[in-house]
């Protein structure tokens, strides 16, 4: 009995050991799964380099399992080596070899191979989709356990490996895109230089051509017949056409390069209408049209924006209605939009904005052309383009101009009905007190006639805006003042000249040149009387001008006094010089633009001596020196002559082929006293050396000192 127990007992405690064997042996076993899968996902935590993640990856599984060689294959058509780990010289990274991937699906696969060893693969998958193969060689066959703990390493890795994939594929798409971007950015910047380029080189002959037909057109000799009138006629209307041309084309160059800029500043609404006015009556009235200008109560005098792209946009406008408009009215409407009103920017509201309509009876434009037209190069149909003619540019510059005021376009149309095209812009409206009150001005008279011990009979305005203008004509009517009004500095100095004033009023915040250099001028005439100066708007507590007058505020106003003035009663300023006998040198490499502005100023009495080279210009300085006045092109030529200090008294006036706006700054920063854009309006031109050969110590103080900063590019 006693050895029957003894040997259950034995049994049975042997049967728990085996138990307990089995359950240490499988806790081991799932600590040892648990614990490399653990180390795994720390170690592929993060990383973003694949050929770097697939190393990481096999090393460590080779050596977890305890395999002699571990490698890691990718699918790509076939099966590439991307990583391997233990010794192995039979392949190497980007061997590529062949496996039906379709079984690796099914799991694992085991071969015997040659070398009494033991080969594995198991796949690297998500759901069905295989990416890839894990080879693992040993020596013996592994257990279940490892095999098991593969298969989860496997599921892993392979979506550890397919983010990485994701990630470089996408690295490598925005690099594509990247070069691709930088690439366009750099054709877009070459065909704005090309086109710059262009500009210049036809806008230099179409100067000859504008400037020479004009002159034949005016007949001067009255030796021309009526027939060859009309034909100069005829050419300079058809340069005028190709200018606008080029004047498109570049700007649908700059638009597309990014390069086309805002300037916004006050702006008179009545200039606007009236310089539309002044460009399209004449046009109006060659067709037989009506030109209506309507101007509701509603829209304020001055808004803040960009004039200039505005008066584009409206030409533009106004263009396509007197081209399409063969009877009836063509209407320019300017009103704040009516509620109700739906806009596409968020920004517009009925209550912040204003339009600008053309409203026309011409031939309309059917519904599914109405998006068309904007688009570059397009018009209505195949058959405008050759009954009216025209690039399609203009309402696509137009469009891109409106996003660039913040605005947009509206369209109504239909067909033979006639159109209506309207600009609605966000309306920040200019502070209306562009000169100072009433009383403010009013009391500054008072201080002026106490001064003098006489009352003041004329005085000269000067300020931009006419809303401005009249607002001060019916104060200087109620006080019986003669006024004379001008709407630049320049043009004043020209009626300070050649008249007797008893007070300036003068608007500091003209665009034409500073408040400053207008007073230093007047200052620089110090052996005559200069009437008091009434300024307004002087951001600029004018100080430089300290020296030369005693000014006084007197409110928002500032009243200046000139120190050298004698006493008594004012004198005349003596005329600006004429122009008669004046010589002025011409510099310019085009004789063609050289023969039509020469031709133009003998024609005003004037000696012209030509150069073509800055060294010849230079020469003619230094051979002639009763030469007053210098037209050059090029900045770099006039930076070179500002070198010479005893050139520092030459007033010169730079000719560019650029618009305006760009080129003032430039121009001036290298020494000239005044730029003009080519074509030359003749008027203009004409005007300006007026000025400056009334003013020549001017033109030292204004162009020396910027030249010194050098050129600029």
Not at 84 to 111: M, R
Not at 380 to 402: N, Q, Y
Not at 657 to 666: L, T
């Amino acid at each position: 009995m006693a050895e029957d127990y003894s040997e259950k007992l034995v049994a049975a405690l042997s049967e728990v050991k085996n138990s307990l064997d089995q359950m240490s042996s499988g806790t081991k076993k799932s600590d040892w799964m648990k614990s490399g899968q653990l180390e795994l996902a720390s170690i592929i935590s993060g990383d973003l380099n694949l050929q770097k993640l697939a190393q990481d990856i096999i090393t460590y599984l080779t050596t977890y399992i305890s395999a002699v060689v571990g490698k890691i294959y990718l699918v790509n058509d076939t099966l590439e080596l991307l990583a391997s780990f233990g010794k192995d010289n039979e392949t190497a990274e980007g061997t590529q070899i062949k496996l039906a991937t379709g079984l690796l699906q099914k799991g694992p696969i085991v071969f015997f191979n040659e070398s009494q060893q033991f080969s594995i693969f198991v796949p690297l998958a998500i759901d069905t989709e295989v990416i890839g193969v894990l080879e693992f060689v040993t020596s013996q066959v592994i257990d279940s356990s490892k095999m098991e703990f593969l298969r989860k390493a496997c599921s892993t890795a392979a979506k550890a490996l397919k983010s990485c994939q994701q990630f470089t594929q996408m690295q490598r798409e925005l690099s594509e895109s990247k070069q691709q971007q930088e690439k366009l950015t750099l054709a877009s910047k070459n065909k704005t230089l090309f086109m710059a380029k262009m500009s210049h080189e036809l806008r230099t002959p179409l100067t000859s051509l504008l400037l020479l037909s004009q002159k034949l057109a005016d007949n001067d000799e009255g030796n021309l017949t009526y027939e060859q009138i009309e034909a100069a006629s005829m050419i300079n209307q058809a340069g005028h056409d190709l200018l606008d041309l080029i004047n498109d084309i570049l700007d649908h160059s700059k638009v597309e390069a990014g390069s086309l800029k805002i300037h916004k500043a006050p702006v008179s609404i009545r200039s606007i209408v009236e310089n539309l006015q002044r460009q399209f009556l004449p046009l109006a009235r060659d067709k037989e049209l009506q030109f209506l200008i309507i101007v509701n109560d509603d829209v304020p005098l001055n808004v803040t924006t960009d004039g200039k792209r505005i008066a584009q946009v409206l030409k533009n406008f106004l263009s396509n209605s007197f081209k399409f408009t063969s009877k009836g009215p063509v209407t320019l409407k300017i009103q704040r939009p009516h509620q109700g009103i739906k806009f596409t920017l968020a920004h517009l509201q009925a209550n912040n904005c204003l339009g600008f309509s053309v409203i026309d009876t011409g031939i309309g434009i059917s519904k599914e052309n109405q998006e068309r037209i904007f688009e570059d190069f397009q018009q209505a149909d195949d058959t405008i383009d050759k009954t009216f003619g025209g690039t399609g540019l203009g309402l696509s510059i137009s469009r891109e101009l409106a996003k660039m005021l913040q605005g947009e376009i509206h369209l109504e149309s239909e067909p033979g009905k006639g159109s209506s095209f309207t600009l609605y812009i966000p309306c920040v409206e200019r502070d209306q007190a562009v000169l100072s009150p009433f009383d403010e001005i009013e009391k500054a008279f008072c201080h002026i006639e106490q001064q003098q011990a006489r009352p003041i009979k004329k005085v000269l305005v000067v300020e931009e805006s006419i809303d401005q203008q009249r607002v001060l004509m019916k104060l200087l009517n109620k006080k019986s003042i003669e006024a004379v009004f001008v709407g630049t500095y320049r043009n004043g100095l020209y009626h300070i000249a050649s008249e007797i004033f008893d007070c300036i009023l003068l608007d500091g915040q003209l665009s034409d040149m500073t408040a400053v250099d207008f007073l230093k001028i007047l200052s620089e005439k110090s052996i005559l009387q200069l009437p008091p100066v009434i300024v307004s708007r002087a951001k600029q507590r004018l100080q430089e001008c300290a020296s030369s007058y005693t000014i006084t505020e007197l409110g928002s106003l500032l009243l200046l006094y000139h120190k050298n003035k004698p006493t008594g009663a004012l004198q005349r300023i003596s005329a600006a010089p004429p122009m008669e006998n004046a010589k002025v040198l011409i510099v310019d490499d085009d004789m063609r633009s050289v023969l039509a502005i020469s031709s133009t100023l003998k024609k005003a009495g004037m000696k012209v001596v030509l150069a073509n080279t800055v060294q010849a210009a230079l020469d003619r300085l230094e051979n002639e020196p009763d030469i007053k006045i210098v037209i050059m092109n090029g900045f770099e030529a006039i930076y070179q002559v500002r070198q010479e200090r005893r050139y520092a008294n030459l007033p010169i006036i730079a000719l560019s082929s650029k618009p305006i706006a760009e080129d003032k700054i430039r121009a001036t920063e290298v020494g000239a006293n005044d730029v003009l854009s080519k074509p030359v309006d003749i008027s203009l031109l004409l005007n300006s050396i007026k000025i400056w050969l009334s003013n020549p110590t001017t033109a030292s103080r204004m162009g020396q000192s910027r030249c010194e900063v050098g050129i600029l590019q």
